[in-house]
């Protein structure tokens, strides 16, 4: 190896293993049962599990989602109710019986809209649209004409407005990275679940092989779905731009810019500058992956976008990134380029990002890293050449010994 190689590393259920999203997505429809005065109400596991494995895996979707779901069910059940007032001032609600068939109700009305609204890429607002068309044919039908559907569905990701938006950030954040993030005072103080709940995958020793290693054995940057705080300057602010993939930097050691990170939110502010549609190169995207890879060699965060954009629009590098690359390595010699993802996405966005480089003239291999996860997910990454390893540190092992030092 005549050069240092390049890392991509994914961050859930590759370096972390997330149950501050579950956490923070239940303590806040839990605090709502509580402000409704149904503090007996409780929310079945299977929920959850349900919207993870439908289009709806985002817990920022599933919140309003449930409240909306809960509250229509609610009024079909005893219809005087209606209509409700703002969403804060609903409390003390009259007890209902076969209270736990919400959760079974739920689970049905998954299934349902992911069969109508699967491949929307804002789910809760065709959702809401929906509603707003179709009425009582809808699938809040009882909901349909009353204020409270907007305040819940319309706009949900505007953490200005949505309230459940901000109790559930407040959870996952915790009060206090919360009101510095976004200027709101909380409602709730408490820790943020993603430091507490949040699971370290990779070792101490790798934790500190990474941290020393960087720009001096090898080339790294994070590529990943969560939220991040981008470091190009926002025009107009993205609500994605907020610190969830800090905090998995923070309790893993390595914050205080160790390691560069290419998340949704700088994904969403480069999608802003250029006026295209939300999150349409966020991976499996090629541009997700080749944005790390010049992050991870150096460049900033705006011009590793901007080369990437013209990699794919030109299929040629920039005289920026040609000078910026032949000051790292012979050209002459391939880019080493090593993914380690759980899924298949991070690993497609690696495999197009290497033939992009490689139609623009920059010699460039990839290895694969495929860490497990569950039998369904490692059959996927082993359909797409991925080598499949048991975890991050046995994955980190291998390429160390076999490929980066074989002698």
């Not at 109508?116 to 607002?125: I, K, L, M, Y």
Request: net charge negative; aromatic share 12%.
């Amino acid at each position: 190896m005549l050069h240092l190689p390049i890392f991509l590393f994914d961050i859930d259920g590759v370096l972390i293993q997330s149950h501050g999203y579950r956490k923070a997505f239940f303590k806040t429809v839990a605090s709502y049962f509580d402000q409704f005065g149904l503090s007996w109400l409780t929310l079945d596991e299977t929920v959850y599990h349900d919207f993870i494995h439908s289009p709806f895996t985002a817990e920022w979707d599933m919140a309003p989602l449930t409240i909306a779901a809960f509250l229509d069910w609610y009024a079909t059940i005893n219809p005087r109710i209606l209509p409700y007032p703002a969403l804060k001032n609903i409390n003390n609600l009259p007890e209902v019986e076969n209270g736990s068939s919400f959760s079974a109700e739920l689970m049905k009305l998954i299934r349902l809209m992911a069969e109508v609204f699967g491949n929307q890429v804002r789910p809760v607002e065709a959702i809401y649209q929906d509603c707003v068309d179709r009425g009582r044919a809808s699938f809040f039908p009882t909901l349909s004409q009353d204020a409270i559907l907007g305040e819940i569905l319309h706009d949900s990701l505007n953490p200005q407005t949505s309230q459940i938006f901000q109790r559930l950030e407040t959870f996952l954040l915790g009060s206090s990275q919360f009101e510095t993030t976004f200027e709101i005072a909380p409602e709730v103080y408490t820790k943020s679940a993603l430091e507490t709940e949040d699971v370290l995958l990779l070792s101490p020793r790798w934790r500190e092989r990474i941290k020393t290693g960087i720009n001096k054995e090898f080339y790294a940057s994070v590529i990943t779905a969560r939220p991040n705080v981008p470091d190009q300057t926002q025009e107009k602010r993205v609500f994605s731009a907020m610190p969830e993939a800090e905090s998995a930097l923070k309790i893993l050691g390595w914050d205080q810019g160790v390691i560069p990170v290419i998340g949704a939110g700088s994904i969403n502010v480069f999608e802003a500058r250029r006026n295209i549609p939300f999150n349409i190169t966020l991976k499996p995207a090629a541009l997700h992956a080749l944005t790390g890879i010049f992050r991870a060699v150096g460049m900033d965060e705006e011009d590793a976008f901007d080369e990437a954009d013209h990699v794919i629009s030109q299929q040629s590098l920039s005289d920026l990134a040609i000078l910026k690359l032949k000051s790292l390595f012979q050209v002459e010699c391939p880019l080493e380029i090593f993914v380690f993802e759980d899924s298949v996405s991070g690993i497609v966005s690696s495999i197009e990002a290497v033939k992009y480089l490689n139609s623009a003239e920059i010699p460039a291999t990839l290895f694969k890293a495929g860490i497990q996860t569950s039998e369904p997910k490692s059959d996927r990454l082993k359909a797409i050449g991925a080598e499949v390893f048991p975890d991050i540190n046995q994955a980190l092992t291998y390429v160390f010994k076999q490929k980066i030092n074989p002698y």
